[in-house]
């Protein structure tokens, strides 16, 4: 039977890190913001790259802290809704094309800035 060993110190010190909210709500709203200019189409790939990192790193967090709240707790269901819808959206391809992967960037980057308003909705730092 294999042995088990704590993490490295450095590791485990990264895991109770709290998201970078500012960063992600400023990723997503180069795509969201009504008056957002053209992105060329390296900066899609990169930003959604991001974006998606971001998801990752939030649908964990996020379905941990609802697990601090009573089981009929609304605001504690509509965050894990946001975390199914988000973890469909991690499985969208984003094409070949520029509009194809402008259309999946922005659908991540509306995953990401719903995640971060239930981050804060149940607590979180903002």
Do not use: W
């Not at 609802?66 to 009929?72: G, N």
């Amino acid at each position: 039977m294999p042995n088990r060993t704590a993490p490295p110190a450095d590791a485990a010190d990264t895991d109770h890190l709290p998201p970078d909210i500012e960063t992600m709500r400023r990723t997503a709203h180069r795509f969201l913001a009504p008056d957002a200019r053209p992105i060329p189409t390296d900066q899609v790939k990169t930003l959604g790259s991001a974006l998606r990192g971001q998801i990752e790193e939030l649908i964990p967090t996020v379905e941990a802290m609802t697990r601090l709240l009573p089981a009929d707790d609304i605001p504690s269901a509509c965050a894990l809704a946001c975390t199914r819808e988000a973890r469909t959206r991690l499985g969208l391809i984003p094409g070949y094309n520029s509009p194809g992967q402008m259309t999946v960037a922005m659908k991540l980057a509306r995953s990401v800035k719903a995640l971060c308003d239930h981050f804060e909705n149940l607590g979180g730092a903002s």
